[in-house]
C-alpha cells in the first residue's frame, strides 16, 4: 500500500533508538548535538597529538628507543589526518540524521584511537626508568585522562570506557613496583580515575539538563520552537538524502483568548497542558509534536517515499487531532468547548527553506480560520495562488487612491413604478496591474489592513461632491446611499471628518438625502459605541440604513436600539423569491417587522420581473438590482435619470 515508511535503528550514546527515518526522538538529538560538541574538538586533540609528539621523539632518540617513537608518531600523524579529514568533511557537507550517525561513529572510532595511541606512548616509555622517562609517561597517562574527562563528557560511550582504563594502566604500573609506596600510589590513582570519572559523569547530567530545558517548553513539556527548527532542518535534509517526503501540522485552538480573558490565565494554562496531554495521545511515534507559542502547536510528521501516502495520514491525523480537542474539558469546576483550525503542508526533498513551510502551514491554518474554524486546510497550489493575489492585492491597494484607480458607480433604487428615487454608491477598483478587482477582494483587505479609513474618506468625498454636483445640474434625487463599515465607523475621527465634509459640500437639505448603509456586523462591535456615532450623525441630518439584512446578526432588541431608518433584503432571498417558500415566509417576516418599526424596506439582487412583481405585490415598495440597471458610471447614470426624469420607468434590456 502507498502508506509505506521506513523504519532503521541507529546506535549512538549510550542505547540504540528506534528511529524513522527523517525524525529522531529528542534523546537521538540531543546525542546528535553532543556528537557535534566532540567534533569541534577535533583540532585541539590532533595539535595535543602532534606537537608533544616531536618532543617524545626526541625523548627517545635520547633513551635509545627512537625507532619504537617514530612509529608510534607516524600512527598519531595518520590518525590525525583522519580526524582533520572527518572535521572537514562534516562542516562542508550537511549530514541527514542517517549520514551523523555514521559520521559519529567514525569519529568515536578517532578518538579511541587517539587515546590508544597515548596508552601505547605511556606503555614505551614508563620502562625507560633508568633516563627518568617513566616520570614523563606517568605525567601524560595523567594527563590525557584529564583531556579525557574535560572533553568526552558529553558522550558517555568515549569516557566512560577510557578514563577507567587510562587510569588501569597507571594503577598496573604503580601496583607492579612492589613496594609501600607504589601500593600508594595505586590507591591515589584508583582515587584520580573516579574524580575524573564522577567529573565528566557530572557535566554530562548538567549538560542533559540544561539541553533538555533549552529543548522544552516549560508549561507544556513539549518540545519548544527553538528546538522544533532544528530538528526540521535536520528533517529536510534527511528527505534530500532519501529523496523523500513528509508533512507539518499547524494547530492554533480557537477562540482561546476568550477563556483566559474570561476565566483567566491559570485555566489558560491548564487548558493548554490538557490540550498538549491530548496531543501526545494523539500524535503516535514517530510524529513529532512541539509548541510554538501561546496556543500554536506544530507536529512533524515520518517519511513517506510517496507524497500521496504522506498527504493521506497527515489529513487524517489532522482530523484526529480535531476530534480528541473538540472533547469536553473540566478545568478547575468549568465545563470549556474549544476547537481548533489546522493548516496541513506536505514538503518533499526539494524544499529548501524551512521557514517557508511553516509560513505556508501558517497560511493554510489562517485559511481553515476564514472558513470557519474547526477544520483542517491542506496548502496547495489553489491556496498559494490566493495567497499570492491577497499580498498583491494588499500591496497594491496601497498605491490605488495614488494612482486615481478608485472610481465610484452608482446604481438606481426604484420605486414600485420603476422610476429612480435613488442612488446607491459602490466603489470599484480598476488597477493598471491586475485589471478589475471586485469589492468582495479588495474590501475585506481593506478592513484588515486598516486602509479602509483612507478609502472611506476618498468615497465619501467624491460621494459627497457627487450629490452636490447632480443637484446643481437639476437632478434629484430622495436618497444617496453610502457604504459604511463598522470600522469607519468607530474611528475616533470619523463623526469629525463627516461633519466637515458635510459642512463644505452639502445643505442642510441635500444632506437629508445621504443614507450611510452599515451592515449587521456593527452588532458584533461595541453596540454603545455604535449607537453614539449614529447618533451624532443623525444630528447632521444623515440617515441610516441596515444593509443585507437577516444573514448575521439579526436581532429585533439591537433593531430596536440602532437608530436605522431603512432595512435592506439581502440580494440571497430576493433571487428567485417566486419559486423559494423560505425566502417567502423569511421576507414576509421582514416587510411585518419594519411595518411594525415604520422603517423603508429596500429589495437588493432583483434580476427577474417575476421576482420583482411578487415582492411588490408583497408589500415592499423599493427595489435595486440588474433588472433595472447595472452599477453605472457617472455620467452613464445622468443620461439614465434624465431619460427616466418625465416619468419613464426604468427597463433595462
Not at 627517545?60 to 580526524?83: D, Q
Not at 605511556?122 to 585522562?145: D, K, P, W
Not at 483568548?257 to 491559570?266: A, E, Q, R
Not at 435592506?568 to 414576509?588: M, P
Request: some cysteine; charged content about 20%.
Amino acid at each position: 500500500m502507498f502508506l509505506s515508511q521506513r523504519n532503521v535503528w541507529v546506535f549512538i550514546g549510550e542505547e540504540m533508538y528506534p528511529k524513522s527515518i527523517g525524525l529522531a526522538y529528542t534523546a537521538l538529538a540531543m546525542e546528535l548535538k553532543f556528537c557535534r560538541f566532540i567534533h569541534r574538538q577535533i583540532p585541539i586533540m590532533v595539535i595535543l597529538s602532534l606537537f608533544p609528539g616531536l618532543g617524545y621523539i626526541f625523548l627517545g632518540w635520547m633513551a635509545g628507543v627512537f625507532w619504537p617513537a617514530l612509529i608510534w608518531y607516524g600512527l598519531n600523524v595518520v590518525a590525525s589526518m583522519r580526524g582533520l579529514w572527518l572535521y572537514r568533511r562534516f562542516k562542508q557537507q550537511p549530514m541527514g540524521e542517517r549520514g551523523q550517525g555514521r559520521w559519529c561513529r567514525k569519529l568515536s572510532i578517532f578518538v579511541y584511537s587517539c587515546f590508544l595511541l597515548w596508552a601505547m606512548v605511556f606503555i614505551i616509555y614508563v620502562r625507560e626508568s633508568a633516563s627518568n622517562l617513566h616520570y614523563i609517561a606517568i605525567f601524560t597517562q595523567i594527563g590525557a585522562t584529564t583531556v579525557a574527562a574535560s572533553f568526552l563528557y558529553p558522550m558517555p560511550r568515549l569516557f566512560r570506557p577510557i578514563i577507567p582504563l587510562m587510569m588501569l594502566l597507571l594503577v598496573i604500573y604503580f601496583f607492579s613496583i612492589g613496594e609501600w609506596y607504589g601500593y600508594v600510589l595505586s590507591v591515589f590513582a584508583t582515587i584520580l580515575g573516579g574524580v575524573l570519572y564522577y567529573a565528566a559523569s557530572s557535566s554530562y547530567k548538567l549538560l542533559k539538563t540544561a539541553h533538555r530545558q533549552a529543548a522544552h517548553d516549560q508549561l507544556t513539556g513539549l518540545n519548544n520552537r527553538q528546538h522544533f527548527m532544528e530538528r526540521l532542518q535536520q528533517m529536510m535534509m534527511d528527505l534530500k538524502e532519501a529523496g523523500s517526503y513528509s508533512f507539518l501540522l499547524l494547530v492554533d485552538l480557537d477562540h482561546f483568548k476568550t477563556v483566559n480573558d474570561s476565566l483567566g490565565h491559570g485555566v489558560g494554562d491548564c487548558l493548554l497542558e490538557e490540550v498538549s496531554r491530548r496531543m501526545r495521545l494523539a500524535v503516535p511515534p514517530p510524529n513529532g509534536l512541539a509548541r510554538l507559542g501561546g496556543d500554536e502547536f506544530i507536529v512533524i510528521g515520518q517519511e513517506f517515499q510517496q507524497p500521496e501516502g504522506c498527504e493521506f495520514l497527515a489529513l487524517e491525523l489532522a482530523e484526529t487531532l480535531l476530534a480528541r480537542l473538540k472533547e469536553t474539558y473540566l478545568i478547575s469546576g468549568h465545563r470549556i468547548y474549544i476547537s481548533a483550525s489546522i493548516g496541513v503542508r506536505v514538503f518533499s526533498y526539494q524544499e529548501q527553506d524551512s521557514d517557508s513551510l511553516i509560513r505556508e502551514a501558517d497560511i493554510a491554518m489562517y485559511e481553515a480560520k476564514g472558513a470557519g474554524r474547526d477544520g483542517v486546510v491542506l496548502f496547495n497550489e489553489e491556496v498559494s495562488h490566493r495567497v499570492e493575489l491577497h499580498l498583491q492585492i494588499e500591496r497594491l491597494l496601497h498605491f490605488a487612491l495614488e494612482n486615481q484607480e478608485i472610481r465610484l458607480c452608482y446604481q438606481p433604487i426604484v420605486d414600485e413604478n420603476k422610476l429612480i428615487v435613488g442612488a446607491e454608491c459602490l466603489v470599484r477598483w480598476y488597477s493598471g496591474r491586475l485589471g478589475e478587482i471586485a469589492p468582495m477582494q479588495f474590501i475585506p483587505i481593506a478592513e484588515q489592513t486598516g486602509l479602509i479609513i483612507r478609502l472611506g474618506e476618498h468615497i465619501l468625498v467624491t460621494a459627497f461632491s457627487t450629490l452636490r454636483d447632480w443637484h446643481e445640474r437639476g437632478m434629484e434625487l430622495q436618497q444617496f446611499s453610502i457604504n459604511v463599515s463598522v470600522r469607519q465607523l468607530l474611528h475616533h475621527d470619523f463623526v469629525n471628518h463627516v461633519q466637515v465634509l458635510v459642512e463644505h459640500y452639502l445643505s442642510p437639505g441635500l444632506a437629508g438625502k445621504v443614507v450611510f448603509e452599515i451592515t449587521e456586523t456593527v452588532i458584533a462591535a461595541d453596540v454603545h459605541s455604535v449607537v453614539t456615532a449614529m447618533n451624532e450623525l443623525q444630528r447632521l441630518g444623515i440617515r441610516f440604513s441596515m444593509d443585507d439584512f437577516g444573514t448575521g446578526y439579526s436581532s429585533l432588541s439591537y433593531l430596536k436600539q440602532l437608530p436605522v431608518e431603512e432595512l435592506k433584503i439581502d440580494r440571497g432571498f430576493a433571487h428567485n423569491v417566486c419559486k423559494d417558500e423560505e425566502s417567502q415566509a423569511l421576507i414576509s417576516a421582514i416587510l411585518h417587522i419594519a411595518n411594525t418599526l415604520g422603517l423603508t424596506v429596500v429589495a437588493e439582487g432583483i434580476e427577474k420581473e417575476e421576482d420583482f412583481v411578487f415582492l411588490r405585490d408583497l408589500g415592499c415598495r423599493c427595489f435595486q438590482g440588474y433588472h433595472f440597471s447595472p452599477p453605472l458610471e457617472g455620467d452613464d447614470y445622468i443620461r439614465l435619470l434624465t431619460h427616466c426624469s418625465a416619468g419613464e420607468p426604468v427597463n433595462h434590456p
